[in-house]
């Protein structure tokens, strides 16, 4: 049986008006007035205290001009919650390969728990590691938990193809192969993302308010960040800025997990899209070209995994970067017979073009600075002093407005953030021009967009002495030589460009126009040897990330685990604004030179 929103109860979490009506049972009941803050009161829930509260409203920017004129017209879809027992059917795909054991069962235990009646959903934990361990432990879990549909299933091998994508509709055509009804709604969950009690009932009534609506996609939150967070692993920033903004012009794309697709949407996509490696991005993009929404819920309801290492960080970044080459590819491909136009096409291709492009423009500015401030020629041509002094006065207005921007956009993410967020995984660029590289090759190969083996990086948590484990680092990861040759580079030339500005004095025009002082340049000098040693110190001290088990609070009976309140903390995960603080210095440095020079 389908149900429509006229058969489910379900509230609003905001006093606005929008038009909806609670029928049945209400099991939270907000205050009379509106909030006056940014932060509203959470529905009561298990685990409560170890989760932050959720932000609902977003703080004024710049950037989020657009977003508020939106919300305005009522473009922004407030909290809704599905209360009683009268909900929708939801098939829970869980996939999984070679994952610890602990990862999986801590996932599944809490699948196992939803706030959701036991008989409106069923679990598949699809095992592409096919693990004896797992498929045991499953099973056993169906003991611990007779109320919930568990089932176990794995691809053989030979058939294990296409990756997350391919396993996700192994589970579509296993759950379709019980005598059981099909379930109205499909939703996915990774296997290292804890999802909390209330995760379908917070993204279920999306697709019940809308019938037009094929998915609905939720933020993703991690728990197991090192303090100060150094290689900028959070996307706090991206889903309270960017992706509410994307909400408000009907712009949402999947993100991968914790999100819930409707069933007859899936199947005129003809499922999951196998073609690349950015399944979620491509599925958001056939669903598109067929009409169907893709809406954004804005509230924490899975916690997970970030990469506990600066290898496997590396390794997640080029997979990223892969998937966007792989959409490059996509203008021409006959594969993406999904997206028959070449709007349709040009929509998926132009930001991950633009991200390609970006990191070879970056990675061209990384060589060119060295070399500019070793020759010491000026780079700006200029007819008079005051013409430089009116372009540096427009380089300052322009970094003070984006440090006022940058602040605004890091405060609505409770400051996780930089200021200053440009300056992020700058050091990543690389090993992203490597894999460009590598998926050119592979598909002029081919004839193709093929796919590659990522290389296998080399483990930094051992116990050598931190010049081994350098060195090692180094010999088997050529991008990361490339990283500390450009590094070594910048060091060297601005021990060169010091000396010879005490040695030889000259006019402040002269300096200011050179690669030396120049504004732009010697932002990327100080954000490029930053990143760098926060990066090599991730390498040589790797227990900077906490054990998993230390940032859960774990239930001594049933074993259940969520993230504890010390993990969800956002003060212990802010990073040092040491690049905003010396970019600041340098700022008012430029300004008292140009009012008194």
Request: glycine residues 4%; hydrophobic residues 40%; contains cysteine.
């Amino acid at each position: 049986m389908q149900l429509t929103a006229s058969d489910v109860s379900f509230i609003s979490l905001n006093q606005d008006n929008l038009g909806l009506t609670a029928i049945d049972e209400i099991f939270h009941t907000l205050a009379e007035n509106p909030p006056t803050s940014s932060k509203m009161e959470k529905p009561s829930m298990p685990h409560a205290e170890a989760i932050q509260d959720v932000k609902y409203d977003f703080v004024v920017s710049l950037l989020h001009l657009q977003e508020l004129s939106a919300r305005g017209k009522g473009k922004l879809q407030l909290p809704l919650r599905l209360s009683g027992d009268m909900v929708p059917t939801v098939d829970v795909l869980i996939p999984c390969c070679g994952e610890p054991l602990e990862v999986v069962l801590d996932t599944v235990k809490a699948a196992c728990s939803l706030d959701y009646p036991k008989d409106r959903y069923r679990i598949a934990v699809l095992d592409d590691g096919r693990s004896p361990a797992v498929k045991d432990e499953i099973t056993n879990l169906s003991n611990q938990f007779p109320d919930v549909r568990i089932h176990y299933s794995s691809r053989l091998a030979r058939s294990a193809s296409h990756s997350r994508a391919g396993n996700l509709n192994h589970g579509l055509d296993y759950l379709a192969g019980l005598k059981e009804d099909q379930a109205e709604f499909v939703a996915v969950l990774d296997i290292d993302m804890i999802p909390l009690p209330n995760w379908l009932r917070s993204v279920v009534p999306y697709l019940l308010t809308d019938k037009t609506v094929g998915l609905g996609n939720s933020r993703q939150k991690f728990y197991n960040l090192p303090n100060g967070d150094p290689m900028v692993q959070n996307h706090d920033i991206m889903y309270d800025g960017i992706e509410s903004i994307k909400a408000c012009n009907g712009a949402s794309w999947c993100t991968g997990t914790g999100f819930v697709v409707r069933r007859t949407a899936l199947e005129q996509i003809r499922r999951f899209p196998t073609q690349y490696h950015c399944d979620d991005i491509m599925t958001s993009a056939y669903l598109a070209a067929l009409g169907w929404k893709i809406v954004y819920v804005p509230e924490t309801v899975q916690l997970g995994l970030v990469p506990d290492s600066v290898n496997d960080y590396v390794k997640q970044c080029q997979r990223w970067h892969a998937g966007h080459m792989y959409n490059v590819f996509l203008l021409r491909s006959s594969r993406a017979n999904g997206l028959a136009t070449i709007r349709q096409r040009l929509q998926v291709t132009i930001p991950s073009a633009m991200q390609v492009l970006t990191s070879f423009v970056v990675m061209i500015s990384l060589i060119a600075v060295p070399w500019l401030m070793f020759h010491g020629n000026r780079i700006v041509e200029y007819q008079s002093p005051n013409q430089l002094r009116i372009l540096l006065i427009l380089e300052s207005l322009n970094f003070y407005t984006e440090l006022y921007s940058g602040y605004l956009r890091s405060k609505s993410s409770d400051f996780t953030g930089h200021i200053l967020a440009d300056w992020a995984q700058i050091t990543i660029v690389p090993f992203q021009i490597i894999t460009c590289f590598r998926v050119i090759l592979s598909t002029l190969a081919s004839g193709t967009a093929a796919q590659f083996a990522m290389p296998k990086a080399y483990n930094s948590k051992t116990s050598l002495p931190w010049f081994q484990k350098l060195i090692k680092c180094i010999t088997r990861n050529s991008p990361l030589l490339i990283t500390l040759l450009i590094l070594v580079s910048y060091i060297l030339t601005g021990f060169q460009t010091t000396y010879s500005l005490l040695t030889t004095p000259k006019p402040l025009h002269t300096l200011l126009s050179s690669p030396t002082l120049y504004p732009t340049l010697v932002l990327l000098y100080l954000k490029y040897v930053l990143q760098s040693l926060s990066a090599l110190s991730c390498i040589l001290s790797p227990s900077q990330w906490p054990t998993r088990e230390d940032m859960l609070d774990r239930d001594p009976v049933t074993k259940i685990a969520y993230p504890s309140a010390k993990a969800m903390d956002s003060k212990r995960v802010r990073p040092w604004q040491t690049y905003t603080i010396l970019s600041v210095i340098y700022h008012i440095t430029l300004g008292w030179a140009l009012l008194n020079g």
